[in-house]
């Protein structure tokens, strides 16, 4: 699979499978899925849905996908597989499909996701998508993880984490911004700059404290309760496979 994600959730499996598994639990913290509905269909066989994904302001898929659940496995893991497409002329990907697996590991559960896709629109589609597209699908997929991740562990709703994390966000912002103009309006010592009231060993110093905020903004660790997608794997290792069960889909398209 094109894509991967991978954290590790201290909490237990059939906790996590409901909140991944129901379209409802999952629609709150996936933040790739802005809608999905369920579609008329036998109870025992794989679901149909339409769903709905906004990537940008002005930019949603759209389309239907089938997705089937492997409760009990015989190694103890649990799996699930999905197939999507989108007919629409203005959706960026064709069809696609992925898989998400659940391995007990102690406490915990290893809760892992692969998936890949075909863009439309030719060579200028697929350069669009590995400029643009591919890297946020990525990012967001793994930053859901963490924000799933969060809830169960430690009982942060997803709303309340994308507040965390747009306040998080929005400071780092008026620390770079003020700390730019600052250093921007004149140099330390020089009479009209925003230093120059002060002493000057105090004008010297100021821009040093100004360039390690403005560092700390930049590359400081998230906030233990802010979602980051850096906390997830990102690379599969080498035995990563999809399910069998991926396999036996078929396209909804």
Same mark, same amino acid.
């Given at each position: 699979?094109?894509?991967?994600?991978?954290?590790?959730?201290?909490?237990?499996?059939?906790?996590?499978?409901?909140?991944?598994?129901?379209?409802?639990?999952?629609?709150?913290?996936?933040?790739?899925?802005?809608?999905?509905?369920?579609?008329?269909?036998?109870?025992?066989?794989?679901?149909?849905?339409?769903?709905?994904?906004?990537?940008?302001?002005?930019?949603?898929?759209?389309?239907?996908?089938?997705?089937?659940?492997?409760?009990?496995?015989?190694?103890?893991?649990?799996?699930?597989?999905?197939?999507?497409?989108?007919?629409?002329?203005?959706?960026?990907?064709?069809?696609?499909?992925?898989?998400?697996?659940?391995?007990?590991?102690?406490?915990?559960?290893?809760?892992?996701?692969?998936?890949?896709?075909?863009?439309?629109?030719?060579?200028?589609?697929?350069? !669009?998508? @590995?400029?643009? &597209? *591919?890297?946020?699908? +990525?990012? %967001?997929? #793994?930053?859901?993880?963490?924000?799933?991740?969060?809830?169960?562990?430690?009982?942060?709703?997803?709303?309340?984490a994308l507040r965390?994390?747009?306040?998080?966000?929005?400071?780092?912002?008026?620390?770079?911004?003020?700390?730019?103009?600052?250093?921007?309006?004149?140099?330390?010592?020089?009479?009209?700059?925003?230093?120059?009231?002060?002493?000057?060993?105090?004008?010297?110093?100021?821009?040093?404290?100004?360039?390690?905020?403005?560092?700390?903004?930049?590359?400081?660790?998230?906030l233990s309760g802010?979602? !980051?997608? @850096?906390?997830? &794997? *990102?690379?599969?290792? +080498?035995? %990563?496979? #999809?399910?069998?069960?991926?396999?036996?889909?078929?396209?909804?398209?």
């Open positions: 699979m094109g894509l991967y994600a991978e954290t590790r959730v201290r909490a237990g499996l059939d906790t996590l499978w409901d909140r991944t598994q129901d379209p409802a639990q999952r629609r709150r913290w996936d933040l790739r899925i802005t809608r999905i509905t369920p579609l008329p269909g036998p109870a025992d066989g794989p679901r149909r849905f339409r769903y709905a994904t906004r990537v940008l302001p002005f930019l949603t898929l759209c389309g239907i996908s089938v997705t089937a659940g492997q409760k009990e496995r015989p190694d103890g893991t649990r799996a699930s597989a999905l197939r999507f497409a989108a007919a629409h002329p203005l959706s960026p990907i064709t069809e696609g499909g992925g898989y998400l697996r659940y391995v007990p590991d102690g406490d915990g559960v290893r809760f892992l996701t692969g998936f890949d896709y075909r863009p439309r629109g030719g060579a200028l589609g697929a350069g !669009a998508d @590995r400029l643009l &597209l *591919r890297p946020l699908l +990525a990012w %967001a997929t #793994a930053w859901s993880f963490d924000r799933l991740r969060l809830w169960l562990e430690r009982g942060i709703t997803p709303e309340r965390n994390w747009l306040a998080e966000l929005l400071v780092r912002a008026l620390v770079l911004t003020v700390g730019a103009a600052c250093l921007a309006l004149g140099s330390p010592g020089s009479p009209g700059g925003p230093f120059g009231a002060l002493g000057p060993a105090v004008a010297y110093l100021c821009p040093l404290l100004l360039l390690v905020a403005m560092s700390l903004a930049l590359f400081k660790a998230p802010t979602p !980051a997608a @850096r906390r997830c &794997l *990102r690379t599969p290792p +080498a035995r %990563a496979r #999809a399910p069998r069960l991926l396999c036996s889909l078929e396209n909804p398209s």
